[in-house]
């Protein structure tokens, strides 16, 4: 499976930018998918996820209600929306895919087996 993110960028605070996934090598509605990020200094961390089968999602506190993911299987790829973004939102962005994962890991980086390069993402306050 290969990744690849893009939609990365500068924002000011308060503002949207799109993140966008593009899987290849496996059917997309094959595999559990997620967006992480990791900001300076700091360990990679969950944002959120979307189950293959069921389509469930789940985020993070910190994203909630501010971010959506949503997939689209007949294209292959999984975006992320973030809305009202915040300076704390800066960060290297990575999307995620497992074959399978159990629901009590989602959260879990070391479940996925394939990632993406990454995408930086700015916010000015």
């Known amino acids: 499976v290969q990744l690849q993110a893009s939609g990365g960028g500068l924002v000011q605070a308060g503002g949207s930018l799109r993140l966008s996934c593009a899987a290849s090598?496996?059917?997309?509605?094959?595999?559990?998918m997620a967006w992480f990020r990791q900001a300076p200094g700091k360990e990679r961390e969950f944002v959120a996820a979307?189950?293959?089968?069921?389509?469930?999602?789940y985020y993070s506190d910190p994203v909630k209600g501010r971010f959506v993911i949503s997939r689209n299987n007949a294209k292959s790829t999984v975006d992320l929306q973030m809305n009202s973004l915040k300076p704390e939102d800066t960060a290297v962005y990575y999307c995620a895919a497992a074959s399978s994962i159990i629901t009590s890991t989602i959260r879990s980086s070391d479940q996925y087996h394939y990632w993406g390069q990454g995408t930086l993402v700015t916010v000015s306050s």
């Open positions: 979307s189950r293959r089968n069921s389509g469930y999602t």
């Open positions: 090598g496996r059917t997309l509605s094959r595999l559990d």
